[in-house]
């Protein structure tokens, strides 16, 4: 149990399917661009998608 901070987010999305890690925080369409490119015998495994942070992903970031 921890934390562990990883840039690389391909191998965050490759950790999830193969049961590594039990969390990521991507952007969805970063998450479902790795997640497409990897064989359909990893991602059989459904995920469970929730938005951590309230209201528009785009104006939280203009407003930053």
């Not at 193969?18 to 064989?39: C, D, M, S, W």
């Not at 998608?49 to 992903?57: A, E, K, L, S």
Request: glycine share 4%; hydrophobic share 35%.
């Amino acid at each position: 149990p921890g934390i562990r901070e990883s840039s690389d987010q391909e191998q965050q999305v490759q950790l999830l399917f193969v049961g590594r890690t039990e969390a990521i925080l991507p952007a969805i369409n970063i998450f479902r661009h790795y997640a497409q490119k990897l064989p359909e015998s990893v991602t059989r495994e459904p995920v469970q998608i929730h938005r951590p942070f309230p209201g528009d992903p785009v104006k939280s970031r203009i407003q930053a």
